[in-house]
Each structure stands twice: as structure tokens, then as C-alpha cells.
């Protein structure tokens, strides 16, 4: 069987690259459903996009390979989809937009839009046997446990990254990259949860503060949060894609600046309060708890120099912790690396070296904070392979 185009992954970006490659379309997923990670994603309500995308919100060792994509089809072009189907969103914080209803709403509205297009969606079918003759790509597919031979003038490569095994994610693309002779910067777990051997956090599990979390100079300002394995929160989350092994984080659990005021303020009105329970209308009890060893956070308010209030602020505003590792593939949010821009075209995404073979999506080295970036990345990444193929003379 010959086809023009074969897509391998019918997640975000393959779905979007199938909607817009133009005739001739196969799309293969392993799973039994496709857009698996959409139907989870942001709690069952997908945070689609972000209004305020750019490309200084993606990782990549290319700061500037992001950058076209986004440009041709925007957060603007995905969100004039979403209304023109009906489908109902809200802004929750920070420009993140999700679906008033479920993200089930996303799914269908892809497959729709791959309807259109006649592409055919085949599920429960794995790929081997990959090969390029100089004109044609040739692969096995294996269909419900039948094989079939497949020729395709183009081959689209947007089977994600290692996130989330359970939910079928293989590395995949990395193998096929190696396979052609592509670069790719080693995958390693992103928007990901912190881990301390020592279980030090383990009283505080289940706290939650808002604060700035630094890694390797680069800060967010978010929740985090208290686990009984280390942090957790949106600010963390962020802070890991910028985080190594063996790294130091930095943690400001008052970037709200005011606390020194305040703890003067306190001191003239409640000298007789002690110093932890004035800390405590600031900051969580149980951190203050936590700390007061410590920090030796003992006496009443009014014993406290300024000298001192001042030295209680710096240290509550510079936390210095050790993370020990994170917790991996198994619950990162993505894959930071993968295939190396150097290799592709940021205007299509095709591989400069082998004609008619794409990387969209998460496969690629762009990696998104938290916040609708990834699933933004996938429309335009797809988006761009799809217009590109499309407008190739056959
Ligand atoms: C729990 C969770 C919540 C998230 N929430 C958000 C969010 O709200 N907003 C946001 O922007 N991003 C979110 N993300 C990130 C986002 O889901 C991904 O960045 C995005 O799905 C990447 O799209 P993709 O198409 O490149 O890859 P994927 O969506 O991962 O799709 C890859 C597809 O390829 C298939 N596949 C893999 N290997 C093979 C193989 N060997 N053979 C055949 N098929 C294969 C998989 O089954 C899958 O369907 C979340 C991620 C997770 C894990």
C-alpha cells in the first residue's frame, strides 16, 4: 500500500499535522484511543493554551527554533478553533486557557477536523522496520496483530517524548532520529516533582505557600507545595525543567516583600506575642514549626532587633535546599530535550537531511513552562509539518 503521508502518534501534535497534511494521510497510534494525554491534561479540563505565548516561555539548546512556528499559527488561530466548534473556555491565572467543560471536547474536535481531512486514524498499530530508499519511506506496520507493508512519500514522527510510560510513551522519535543519522539532546524529565533522600519534608506534607523558586538563576513565583517524598507545586514544577542532578534550588517562601514591615508593625502592637505565633499569621504554622530549630525562632516579637527581624526575612527569603533527584519519567509533565533543532527546519519541521521526514511535538528540543505552552508547541509544530506537506508538488 502506498500513501502520501504516514503520521506515527495520534497525540496533539500528530492529530494536528494529520488535520492539515492534505490528502493521503495514515495515522497510527499504539493505544487504543488517540489524544490520550489531551483527555488527562489539566485535570480533565485541558489547558489548551496560553494567551500569552512567545517563545521565551520554551526550552531548547536553540532559544530561536521555536519562534516561527508559534508566529504562523498562534495561541490567537488555536482559540478561534476551539470557539468556531462551540466548545466553551475560561482563563483560569497567568493567560492559561482551559475547557469550560472536559477535554474530551479537544479530542473530538481534532478527530473532527482529521475527518475533513480524510485522514485515516488506525489504533492498536505499532511500527518497525523503518527504511528510506531516497524517495520513499517504507515501514511495517502491525494492525490488531496483522502486519502490513506501508510506502509513504512523507514520514511525520510525533510520538512524544518518555513522559508517562503507563500512558504508552516510548522514546520512540529518538530511535527513528538516531536511525537517519539526527542529532538529539538527551531526553531528560521536565515540569516534574523534587525529590530529598532524607525524607526531610515529610512533616509538612500536604502544606501548601506561595513562593519563588530559583534553579541555575531562572525564578517562578507559584504555589508550592509540601509531598512526603520533597516539592511539589506549580512552582517547582517550573523551576525543575531549569534544574539538573546535584543542583541547589533556591526558595523564597515570602516573595510577597513586606514581611520586615510587618514584623515591626507587630512589635509595636503585640510585643507580647512570641515570635513564632506572628510568624504563623504570615506563613503556614506548620513551616514555621518546621523551622523554628532551625532558624532559632524563639522569644517574644518584642525581643527582636531590626538586625534580627532582618536576618529572619533573608533566610525565609533564601532557602538553600539540595534536591536529590525528581520523580522522573514516571510523573514529569514532559521530556525536555530530544531531537536537536540544528537538524530541522523551523518554518516545517522537516529533517534538512532527509527530505519528507518531520518531528513535531514534544519529540523535538523544545520543551514549554507549565501553563498550555506544550499543547500550543503541538498545534504550531503540527500545524507548520502540515502546511508544509500540503503545499509540496507531488
Ligand atoms: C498528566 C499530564 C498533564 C498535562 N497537562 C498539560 C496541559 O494542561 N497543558 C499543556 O500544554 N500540556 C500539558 N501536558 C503536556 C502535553 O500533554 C504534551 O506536551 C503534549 O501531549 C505533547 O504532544 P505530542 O503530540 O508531541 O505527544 P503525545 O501527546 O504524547 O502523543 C504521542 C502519541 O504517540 C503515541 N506513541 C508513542 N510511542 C509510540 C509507538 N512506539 N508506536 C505507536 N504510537 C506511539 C502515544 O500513544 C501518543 O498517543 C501534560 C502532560 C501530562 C503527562
Known amino acids: 500500500m502506498h500513501i502520501q503521508t504516514l503520521i506515527l502518534g495520534a ?28 483527555r488527562i491534561s489539566g485535570g480533565g479540563r485541558c489547558n489548551f493554551t496560553n494567551m500569552g505565548t512567545t517563545h521565551a516561555q520554551f526550552l531548547s539548546q536553540n ?13 490567537w488561530d488555536f482559540i478561534n478553533l476551539v470557539s468556531d466548534y462551540g466548545i466553551a473556555w475560561h482563563e483560569k491565572t497567568l493567560g492559561q486557557l482551559f475547557c469550560d467543560e472536559t477535554a474530551k471536547d479537544i479530542v473530538a474536535m481534532l478527530r473532527s477536523e482529521m475527518d475533513k481531512a480524510d485522514a ?28 502490513t507493508q506501508i ?28 536511525h537517519f543519522g539526527l542529532d538529539v539532546i538527551t531526553p531528560r524529565p521536565g515540569l516534574v516533582p523534587l525529590t530529598f533522600s532524607d525524607d526531610k519534608f515529610k512533616p509538612l506534607a500536604g502544606v501548601a ?3 519563588r523558586v530559583t534553579a ?3 525564578s517562578f513565583d507559584e504555589a508550592l507545595l509540601f509531598t512526603h517524598r520533597g516539592l511539589s507545586g ?10 539538573h542532578e546535584g543542583d541547589p534550588i533556591t526558595v523564597n517562601v515570602i516573595p510577597a516583600a513586606d514581611l520586615f514591615d510587618k514584623l515591626r508593625g507587630a512589635r509595636e502592637t503585640s510585643g507580647k506575642k512570641a515570635l513564632t505565633n506572628i510568624l504563623s499569621m504570615h506563613l503556614p504554622a506548620r513551616l514555621i514549626d518546621f523551622l523554628k530549630d532551625d532558624m532559632n525562632l524563639t522569644g517574644n516579637i518584642a525581643d527582636q532587633s531590626d538586625a534580627r527581624l532582618q536576618a529572619i526575612c533573608d533566610a525565609l527569603s533564601a532557602w538553600p535546599l539540595l534536591p536529590s533527584g525528581s520523580e522522573g519519567y514516571r510523573t514529569a509533565e514532559v521530556t525536555l530535550g530530544g531531537v536537536n533543532t540544528d537538524g530541522l527546519s523551523s518554518k516545517t519541521m ?4 532527509i527530505p519528507g521526514l518531520y518531528f513535531i511535538g514534544e519529540a523535538v528540543d523544545v520543551t514549554g513552562w507549565l501553563g498550555g505552552y506544550n499543547f500550543q508547541w503541538a498545534w504550531s509544530s503540527g500545524w507548520a509539518a502540515g502546511q508544509a506537506i500540503r503545499s509540496t508538488p507531488t
Open 120 to 147: 485515516q486514524l488506525w489504533l492498536n498499530t505499532g511500527i518497525s522496520n523503518i527504511a528510506h530508499d531516497g524517495t520513499h519511506f517504507a515501514a511495517t506496520l502491525t494492525r490488531d496483530g496483522r502486519d
Open 151 to 178: 510506502t509513504a512519500t512523507n514520514l511525520v514522527v510525533a510520538t512524544g517524548g518518555k513522559s508517562i510510560p503507563k500512558m504508552g510513551a516510548t522514546g520512540l522519535a529518538y530511535q527513528i532520529a538516531d
Open 209 to 211: 505557600t506561595p513562593a
Open 63 to 75: 532559544p530561536h527554533f521555536a519562534k516561527s512556528a508559534l508566529k504562523r499559527y498562534t495561541q
Open 11 to 38: 497525540g496533539a501534535a500528530g492529530m494536528m499535522a494529520a488535520a492539515h497534511a492534505g490528502p493521503g494521510v495514515v495515522i497510527i497510534d499504539h493505544a487504543k484511543a488517540p489524544g490520550e494525554k489531551i
Open 216 to 218: 541555575n538563576g531562572t
Open 234 to 243: 506549580p512552582a517547582i514544577l517550573q523551576a525543575s525543567s531549569y534544574w
Open 350 to 353: 522537516e529533517a534538512k537531511s
